[in-house]
């Protein structure tokens, strides 16, 4: 059985910085398309960025680009999202998203769709405060 599980998540000012961590178990993590998603009580789930198998393709929502950075080590099974600049509209519950995917052009086929995603983590909060 997957399990994904978050870690990273609290409380800090605008303008700093939190780096989230997804720690994958029961699964070969090589073999995984990965991504992150937000989500805030009453508005839709939204992708914040996600990432290929080798780490050769990402994806990111026009408004964390250039702050946010996805990565990932498959050998430690662990997803990252390493978080600057933070604003207090990043605000929301985080959540590790993984689905079974092959070359690079399947993974921008279904890029940041959340339809897409198999797994899911329990997600983990973050906020910022001004």
């Known amino acids: 059985q997957v399990q994904l599980v978050e870690s990273g998540g609290g409380s800090v000012q605008a303008g700093g910085s939190l780096r989230l961590s997804c720690a994958a178990s029961?699964?070969?993590?090589?073999?995984?398309?990965m991504g992150w998603f937000r989500q805030t009580p009453g508005n839709k789930r939204e992708g914040v960025a996600d990432?290929?198998?080798?780490?050769?393709?990402?994806g990111y929502a026009d408004s964390v680009k250039g702050r946010f950075t996805i990565s990932r080590d498959n050998a430690k099974s662990t997803l990252y999202l390493q978080m600057t600049s933070l604003k207090l509209e990043d605000t929301a519950m985080y959540y590790c998203?993984?689905?079974?995917?092959?070359?690079?052009?399947?993974?921008?086929?279904?890029?940041?769709?959340?339809?897409?995603?198999?797994?899911w983590g329990q997600g983990i909060q973050v906020t910022v405060s001004s």
């Open positions: 998203a993984a689905r079974l995917c092959g070359n690079i052009r399947d993974f921008y086929s279904t890029s940041l769709i959340d339809s897409a995603y198999d797994y």
């Open positions: 029961g699964v070969t993590l090589e073999n995984y398309c």
């Open positions: 990432i290929s198998r080798g780490s050769a393709g990402t």
